[in-house]
Each structure stands twice: as C-alpha cells, then as structure tokens.
C-alpha cells in the first residue's frame, strides 16, 4: 500500500489549497485519520479513539465551509465508536484495522456516487452545447468528460477564477482530455452568457434551504443565467449537505489572507509607484472564498439519486446522513 499522508501534512495542504475542491479535501481528511490511527501509539481503545477525535478537530478547522469532509470524518467515527462498543475482546491492532477497511469501502462509495452523477449529469447536457463553468470541480469535470466521452462533443468555458485561478486548472484537465475549451476572465461573464445552454457549477455546501455555496462569483453566476433564463446546474454528492444549517446556523464564510489578492498578478512583482507590492495602510481588502447562492436560482441539483429539485435536497440528504428528528 502507498504511504498514506500524515495529518500535519494533509492540514497543511488544505490550508495553502494546495489540496483544493470539496471532494478531494474530504478524501485527504480521511486518509490522515487513517494514517493518525496508523502511526498511533496508543495502548488502549480509548486512547486511540480520543487521537482520532482530536485528529478530526484539527482537519476540520482548516477550512470551516466544507460539510462533506466534516460529515465523512463523522460517518468514520460513528463507525469506529460503534465498533469498539459492539466488540470488547477486540485490540487496537483490530481498531487499526477495522478503520482501514471502513475507509475503502467508503472510497469505493465515493467512486460510485461520483459514476452515477456524471451519467445523471451528460444526460442534461445537450448535443453541442456550450457550457459554462466556475472553479474547479472534480464532479463537473467527471460530467464533461462523459459527455464527451458519449460523443456529445459540449463546448467549455472556463471562468479564471480569482484570485487562486482554479479555472486554468480545470481548462487544462479538459483540453487535455479532448474537449473544446475557451479560458477568460471572470468579469466577461455578463458578455459571454447569451451563448450559453447551460452553466454547470459544484458545490461546498449546500443548506437546509437548499441554497448553494460554493467559489465567490458562483452567486452572480446564477443571476445573470436566471436574467438570461439559462439553466443554472449544480453538481454534487449528497453528503456536501451541512446538516448544521437546519438549526438556523448560516455556514461561515471563510475569508483568506489578503496576499492572494493583493499579491498575485501585476502586484506580484516589486513595482515602483502605484503599483507597488505594499498595501496602502488604509485600504482593507476583502477576500470571501465562497458565496451563497439562494435555492430560487438553482434549476436543480445532479446527485448520486438523480437530479433533485433544491427544495428536496435536505429531505433526501436527512435520510441519508441518518439525522433524526
Ligand atoms: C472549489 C470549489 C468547487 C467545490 C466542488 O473551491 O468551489 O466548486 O469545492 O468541488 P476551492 P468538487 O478551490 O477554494 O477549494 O466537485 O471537486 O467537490
């Protein structure tokens, strides 16, 4: 087996974004509990248990706005308490193992929910359209890349996506698959939105209300295919549901340094004059990583059960997160 990454490891690279996308951040959350239980010295059952706990505290504090690594370290530790109190005679070696194997079978299940929304998905996706997208996201490019794949040859926008530029990321994965891709600014979105059939997005979080967070911009995104009367789509696992939001707790949005802002682009480099690097004392820069977007603006969410109208999402995804009442 490949060595797995340690949690100061993947917490690091969660932080810098270096690992980056919902889904990716939830399976590197859970390859460092796996590993924190693999390179734990702990005697007892409990010990480990309390190790694992405080491993999870830690990955979840490095990005506040993602509900699916919080919900799958959740379903981890539900699953290893449960198996510790139901098997006594059992040791830490078990522990160690019964935790692995939990762990493979959920990647199995993240590999089939990921199948089944890229097949929900090209089937909405017209002979030829074009297609606009945000960010980066693993489930839309897994969308594209099937419907290229079934010959619907769709012709891909990318928006850069500042101030990170995830975009680039996603136009080049999609043009070095085969499709027909087309970068460009975040601001020409208002100019480019005519053409489209359709405009695709992913997902952080999504709200008891069925409201979407998702990369800053995502919000004028569906303003302007709502004005222009496009389907707005939103691609995403169940588990991205944040089942805190339906106590009236609004998702925090995270706010990253001001660096990427200010410190990319011309201002990366050491100017003279107006541009230079320093931040002039009185400005504040804002730099929210997410926004939301209202449940009436999304067409319909594609999930592992099909596509679900926004209204609909928290019931289903209740049911499948086994919250009761
Ligand atoms: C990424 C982003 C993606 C979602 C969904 O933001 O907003 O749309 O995370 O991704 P960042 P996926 O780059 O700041 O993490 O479909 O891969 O889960």
Known sequence: ???????????????????????RIARAALEALVSTAQKSKAKTKNELYQQLLS???????????EPMMRNSLEDSLRFILAWTRTRPSKDVKDMKSALLSHHSSFIDKMHESINKIAKFGSAEI??????????????????????????KNPHVTCLETRPLYQGRLSARELSEYGLEVNLTVDSASGSLISKMDLVLVGADAITAEGDLINKI????LAQLAHTHSIRFLCAAEIY?????????RAGPIEERGVSEVWGSGLYAKEKAGKNSISIPKKLKVLNPAFDRTPANFISAYITEEGLIPPAQLAILAEKKLEIGE
């Open 1 to 23: 087996m490949k060595s797995l990454r340690t949690l100061s490891e993947v917490a690091r690279d969660i932080r810098s974004i270096r690992i980056q996308g919902a889904r």
């Open 126 to 151: 017209p002979h030829g359209a074009n297609i606009l997208i945000h960010c980066h996201s693993t489930t839309i490019i897994k969308i594209l890349q099937k419907a290229y794949d079934e010959g």
């Open 55 to 65: 491993a999870a505290k830690t990955l979840e504090s490095t990005r506040p706005t």
């Open 217 to 220: 911009g995502t919000f004028t």
């Open 240 to 248: 991205k549901y944040d089942p805190l939001t339906r106590f009236g």
